[in-house]
């Protein structure tokens, strides 16, 4: 509230108009500053009309994008930083995806379209809260609870049905909400409907929370999760996947949701890539997703060095590190007893990036070539052959010795 490009903003939007409110905050910037977490996106409600909002911010000098004008949105920039300006609205007509909107001056009245309660906060920037729905009481309790009808709210956006659950994940405590999961299980059948982005969207989200496992089982247990990932039939792996992400030091994202996605999920390369497809998954994450579902690139913790260093090698930091932490979680969640020995030998195999550089093959095709051999595939052939030999030799070989390798290859055909 306070930040000089928020100052700015606000500024701009009175712009000496003395009518109370002109604009408030809204939405999660003051639901996260009430939880004490970070804030994001700061969003901002008005009065005024889209026209109006892009006069004001720009007779001050802030840059306006017109990123939703038939829905009132207006982003303003002010110091590079981006802040949604949207008009006060009211709907006409869903259709379970969109909305028609109309134009209000109702506070009250666009409180009631949104979400849920903990969502239609609102706030002044000295930080007076204005609640019109009783949010702020269900953030103190941590209940998520949808603004008015349940069924209504879901009916008019069906994505809203997975947004229950990864919000419940994020911010609520048990038991959830009885109304809302209620009309979450008559509608769960809605949730084909939904594009494969946006279900990918919040299934990442719900990942990401502290404890997305439990969100999970309920999701399972109230046929949701049966509609959006029939192929999570691993969740306890996950749970432990999440135990493990806090016991290793040194982990970039503790919360990667595709590695959480992964443990989750009981398929074969087939049908990750068929998850892929439905959930429109980049292509890095497509090949991420199904190298870390293939059993047969399982780690056996028993493995000497000279295995564990062969494999990392193979395989890259990234996913040594991604399958270290999958593999972990899978003897976990089959019952394998961890005592310390266990948990310390599973630490240092995720450490050993960090111990042990991977070398660079010395060799390369224009070696091959040098020694008569025609361009095509025994070039590849030739190459994979020694780099099999200084592999199985723990990597000592130099480039001389691999080249007298790679030429005794050559001479035995």
């Known amino acids: 509230m306070t930040a000089p490009e928020t100052v700015a903003v606000m500024k701009a939007l009175h712009a000496g108009d003395q009518s109370d409110p002109v604009a408030l905050f809204v939405g999660g910037c003051v639901r996260d500053t009430l939880l004490g977490r970070a804030v994001g996106d700061v969003d901002i409600a008005t009065v005024l009309a889209p026209e109006e909002v892009s006069k004001r911010l720009q007779d001050a000098g802030l840059k306006v994008v017109p990123t939703g004008l038939a829905h009132g949105t207006v982003t303003a920039i002010s110091g590079g930083i981006p802040f949604e300006v949207t008009t006060l609205r009211v709907d006409v007509d869903t259709d379970g995806r969109r909305a028609t909107v109309a134009f209000t001056d109702d506070w009250a009245a666009d409180a009631q379209r949104r979400d849920f309660t903990v969502n239609a906060l609102f706030a002044d920037s000295a930080g007076a809260i204005f609640d019109p729905v009783g949010g702020l009481d269900d953030l103190h309790a941590r209940r998520v609870r949808f603004v008015g009808n349940a069924e209504q709210r879901i009916r008019e ?163 040594w590190r991604d399958r270290v932490l999958i593999d972990w979680a899978e003897e976990i969640s089959v019952g394998v007893p961890q005592d310390r020995h266990t948990t310390d030998v599973w630490r240092a195999l995720y450490a ?39 592999i199985d030799g723990d990597f000592t070989a130099d480039r001389q010795a691999c080249l007298r390798q790679l030429s005794d290859a050559v001479d035995a055909g």
């Open 157 to 319: 956006d069906v994505l809203r049905l997975l947004r229950f659950f990864r919000f419940y994940a994020q911010f609520g405590a048990a038991p959830p909400d009885r109304d809302a999961i209620a009309a979450c299980a008559k509608l769960a059948d809605l949730l084909p409907t939904l594009s494969g982005e946006r279900v990918a969207t919040e299934l990442f989200k719900l990942l990401s929370a502290a404890d997305p496992a439990t969100t999970m089982i309920l999701m399972s247990a109230n046929g949701v999760l049966q509609h959006v990932l029939p192929e999570a039939k691993e969740i306890d792996r996950l749970a432990a996947l999440v135990t493990v992400d806090g016991a290793v030091d040194g982990i970039v994202d503790r919360a990667d949701p595709l590695r959480r996605l992964a443990a989750g999920l009981k398929v074969d390369s087939a049908g990750a890539d068929a998850l892929a497809d439905r959930l429109r998954l980049s292509n890095a994450d497509r090949v991420r997703l199904r190298t870390l579902v293939e059993t047969d690139r399982r780690l056996d913790r028993a493995m000497g060095v000279q295995t564990a260093r062969a494999t990392l090698y193979r395989l890259g930091t990234d996913v």
């Open 352 to 390: 050993l990036p960090d111990q042990w550089e991977l070398p660079a093959f010395p060799l390369q095709g224009n070696d091959v070539l040098a020694l008569g051999v025609a361009a095509g595939p025994a070039v590849g052939r030739l190459l994979g052959q020694v780099e099999q030999w200084w």
